[in-house]
């Protein structure tokens, strides 16, 4: 008996601004958005090409953004996906990512590696809700953020 492929996953967001939360997600993660099927993309405007890709396809404009992506240029993370929903969001993540901006620090050299990478976040549209101290052994400290849309995040 064989044994199936073990699945890969990818997250899916749900946004108002598909194009806008998956410009915002490459950044924090060094991720690109995926160029149109067949299609090399200009890596500095990737929606230049869908724009083109879209046009071409005969999709109306006003769907150009009903969706959008954000992979990892090596091929290794997890993808992200973004789709357009009519509402917003009402309630607190019943999951979310942990961006791991510190892996292996401990204690000042830590939080202060979180703090710069969430003022970077912040400067690209998120925003901060509150910081954890350190409380070893089990806590290392993590700074909790939200995305554009409001998405709760952890710079972990």
Request: proline residues 11%; glycine residues 8%; charged residues 20%.
């Amino acid at each position: 008996m064989s044994v199936p492929p073990s699945p890969d996953i990818q997250i899916t967001f749900d946004a108002h601004d598909p194009r806008g939360l998956s410009q915002f997600w490459c950044a924090a993660l060094g991720y690109v958005v995926p160029g149109p099927p067949g299609v090399d993309s200009d890596p500095d405007d990737p929606f230049a090409a869908w724009d083109e890709f879209l046009a071409r396809a005969g999709i109306p404009v006003e769907q150009w953004n009903s969706n959008s992506a954000a992979e990892d240029p090596a091929g290794v993370r997890s993808r992200l996906f973004f789709q357009q929903v009519p509402e917003g969001k009402v309630a607190k993540n019943r999951i979310h990512l942990d961006v791991r901006a510190a892996p292996g620090l401990v204690g000042d050299e830590r939080m202060s590696t979180l703090e710069a990478r969430a003022a970077a976040l912040v400067a690209l549209g998120a925003s901060r809700t509150r910081r954890v101290e350190p409380a070893p052994p089990m806590g290392h400290g993590h700074i909790v953020m939200a995305d554009p849309e409001g998405n709760e995040f952890c710079l972990d």
